[in-house]
């Protein structure tokens, strides 16, 4: 961990996270996610409205970091669960913060975060913007909210509900050295690979614009087609004979030792999996066994439960696709 800044160098601040009613709730229950019923999980519909979560964890993070609001030159969201399909998350958190510059929507599922984090680092390193916010948010149990008169769910369906939550974390991303002492990381490296098979393991049909002239109909909400597809045995079986693999070679490959595996994945136990190939086993967390799936929001949720002088190794699945990032700590 040096204190010289090299000219290449890239800063992450301390995540900060907006914890909606659903979280609160089932932080209070100590339930696990896993084990919610259907009617259980309908109570815990959050109050908060994507937008005004990612407002919350954004402006949580820019103060945690030391930067103003003004300084702020490039907004990147993530997110699969926008207020509206159009115009999407960042559109709306832009009106929400009063920011006049660029931004850019990444919805790329739990791996979101990652590709986003890649993509500041990358803008930051060409000198495109020297202070960049991200911030990740997803409301999932919203796929369920407010479930139609005789909908049927398939078993895929059922298992995906059980999982489904909800979470927004951000930070900010800098050319310059973060002037704080909470949690400032130095970017290493980030990567995202993929698999285009995932696809039948975890996806959702409708509504679909490839449908015509209604992008869903009553018949399809009422046989439950509206509702995810997972498959968590034939994602696990498939990303271990096609994934995890390649990540033992990566980590083999970096330039530095990681001492601490933060995942998340909409299949408990991948993190678990990782964690054994790459010899990291006794330093692995996800959020997924306290907080359940929280899309793009769980890489960024997993970091900010880390404390102490560690080297991250973080990855996340969206089931076909898979990120990656490595962090080291700085300052401190």
Not at 104 to 110: K, N, S
Not at 275 to 298: E, N, T, W, Y
Request: charge should be negative; charged fraction near 15%.
């Amino acid at each position: 961990m040096s204190a010289e800044i090299g000219a290449a160098d890239v800063f992450v601040s301390g995540i900060s996270r907006a914890d909606s009613a659903c979280f609160k709730a089932r932080q209070a229950s100590s339930i696990p996610a896993t084990s919610f019923a259907p009617a259980v999980l309908q109570q815990l519909l959050p109050e908060l409205s994507p937008s005004e979560a990612a407002e919350s964890a954004s402006r949580n993070a820019l103060a945690k970091s030391g930067f103003e609001l003004g300084q702020v030159q490039f907004v990147i969201s993530a997110t699969q669960t926008p207020d509206f399909n159009n115009p999407g998350l960042v559109s709306r958190l832009l009106h929400r913060l009063g920011l006049n510059v660029g931004g850019l929507e990444i919805r790329q599922g739990a791996c979101g975060a990652v590709a986003a984090l890649e993509i500041s680092a990358r803008f930051v390193q060409t000198g495109q913007a020297d202070v960049i916010l991200v911030v990740a948010a997803d409301m999932l149990s919203r796929y369920f909210g407010a479930e139609e008169q005789g909908a049927v769910l398939s078993d895929s369906a059922a298992i995906a509900r059980s999982v489904m939550a909800d979470g927004a974390a951000a930070f900010v991303v800098s050319r310059q050295a973060i002037n704080s002492k909470q949690g400032v990381l130095r970017y290493i490296d980030s990567g995202i690979s993929g698999y285009g098979q995932g696809f039948r393991d975890f996806h959702c049909h409708l509504p679909s614009a490839s449908r015509f002239p209604q992008r869903i109909t009553r018949e399809d909400v009422q046989q439950g087609l509206h509702f995810p597809v997972l498959n968590p045995l034939a994602l696990l079986q498939s990303l271990d004979q096609r994934v995890f693999a390649d990540y033992r070679n990566k980590r083999l490959a970096f330039g530095c030792t990681p001492t601490q595996l933060v995942s998340h994945s909409i299949v408990n136990g991948i993190a678990e999996r990782i964690a054994q190939l790459c010899d990291l086993k006794d330093a692995c967390l996800d959020c997924f066994p306290d907080v359940g799936f929280i899309g793009s929001a769980g890489i960024p949720w997993a970091m900010s439960q880390i404390s102490g002088a560690t080297t991250l190794w973080a990855v996340a699945s969206s089931g076909p696709q898979w990120g990656w990032a490595v962090l080291e700590p700085w300052g401190a």
